[in-house]
């Protein structure tokens, strides 16, 4: 019975791992040796960066369980898996939130306090001013209140912002949001909100929702954070709400497509921030992701059913299954 790692382990991590299953063999493929070593893995844990032979693998018959070291599970959701009834997944839903949202917090001031056209005038020595905007009293609306958009909705709060989401599955909102609705009232939010940020999976109901319609539904003077996946939003139309005045700034850690291509028109605009998702990023990244895997391994191995497994129809996990820092 074999494991195989494919995210940047270190010894330390593969020690963690061989001793919650010591009857599995660990092997490291990192994202050099995947396609040859997956299709022998009875368990994937990581993160698969490079195009994997899912082919090969399922035709391999090994493979059970998936623990995937990211929270978006794009990367490996492809039908095959999705449709076999022998391979469970599970993800890093909410692993990541305090990163996350110092990047959302990073683009979001930088767009209201216009640090893309400072760095401009910086980069030139120029000593611009101009006015900003700030974030006081305005309505943000969250899209996607999971792990990521729950805990941007409690550092958000001291701002005296009213916080309003919609989510999958609409329960347990917490305080500091004022109305959380199902997912199907998303233009209601988006005509209420001065600032709307995107906490939701990719999957077939969300690609492309935010088309020029939705930009529309968006109030005028209103800004996008995107920290979800860029496929959710259609990067025309969202260029044409820039250029239109309709929005007035974007912020995006992810884009449609990733590296974004040199010809963007989001390059040169400076009403844009743009980083190269690393919401997710940190030194403790793979620490954190290592530890829900040693918890989730001893449960699977016990027979318990392992945290942030998902429905692999939906592509995210139910918000009860979801690990919150729980000991077991
Ligand atoms: N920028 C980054 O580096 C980075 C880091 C982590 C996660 N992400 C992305 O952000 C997403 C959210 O991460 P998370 O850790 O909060 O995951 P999560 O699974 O905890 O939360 C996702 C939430 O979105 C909800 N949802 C699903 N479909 C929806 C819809 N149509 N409308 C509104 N809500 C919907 C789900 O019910 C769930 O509560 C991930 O799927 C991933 O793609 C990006
Ligand atoms: O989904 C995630 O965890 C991040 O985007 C990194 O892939």
Redesign the pocket.
């Known amino acids: 019975m074999r494991i195989v790692l494919c995210y940047p382990v270190g010894k330390k991590h593969i020690d963690q791992i061989q001793a919650a299953a010591p009857d599995f063999e660990v092997v490291n493929a990192g994202q050099e040796r995947i396609d040859e070593l997956l299709p022998t893995a009875d368990i994937l844990i990581g993160h698969a960066k490079v195009p994997v032979n899912w082919d090969r693998v399922l035709e391999a018959g090994k493979l059970r369980w998936i623990q995937s070291s990211?929270?978006?599970?794009?990367h490996c959701l492809v039908p095959g898996v999705i449709e076999s009834d022998d391979i469970i997944v599970s993800?890093?839903?909410?692993?990541?939130?305090p990163?996350?949202a110092e990047?959302t917090f990073s683009l979001l001031f930088g767009v209201l306090r216009r640090a893309p056209l400072f760095f401009r005038a910086e980069a030139k020595r120029e000593f611009v001013r101009l006015p900003t905007d700030d974030l006081r009293g305005k309505t943000v609306g969250i899209?996607?209140?999971?792990?990521?958009?729950?805990?941007l909705a409690r550092v958000l709060a001291p701002w005296d912002v009213r916080i309003i989401?919609?989510?999958?599955?609409p329960v347990d909102c917490p305080a500091e949001v004022s109305q959380l609705w199902?997912?199907d009232q998303?233009d209601r939010l988006l005509g209420e909100s001065d600032v709307v940020i995107?906490?939701?999976?990719?999957?077939g109901?969300?690609k492309g929702?935010f088309d020029a319609e939705r930009f529309a539904t968006m109030k005028r003077g209103s800004y996008l954070i995107?920290?979800?996946?860029g496929s959710v939003v259609q990067e025309k139309a969202l260029c044409e709400a820039l250029a239109s005045g309709h929005l007035a700034g974007a912020g995006l850690?992810?884009t449609e497509v990733e590296p974004l291509p040199p010809e963007s028109l989001l390059w040169d605009d400076p009403k844009v921030m743009i980083s190269p998702?690393?919401?997710?990023?940190s030194a403790r990244r793979v620490d954190d992701s290592t530890a829900l895997a040693v918890i989730n391994l001893r449960r699977y191995q016990s027979g318990l059913p392992v945290y942030?497994r998902?429905d692999k129809q939906?592509?995210?996990?139910?918000?009860s299954s979801?690990y919150r820092g729980q000991s077991d």
């Open positions: 990211a929270a978006g599970l794009d993800s890093a839903s909410g692993l990541f939130a990163q996350v990047q899209v996607g209140l999971g792990g990521n958009g729950r805990f989401a919609t989510d999958y599955f199902p997912a998303l995107l906490t939701l999976p990719l999957n109901d969300t929702v995107n920290v979800a996946r850690d992810v998702h690393v919401g997710a990023q942030n998902v939906l592509g995210f996990p139910h918000p979801v």
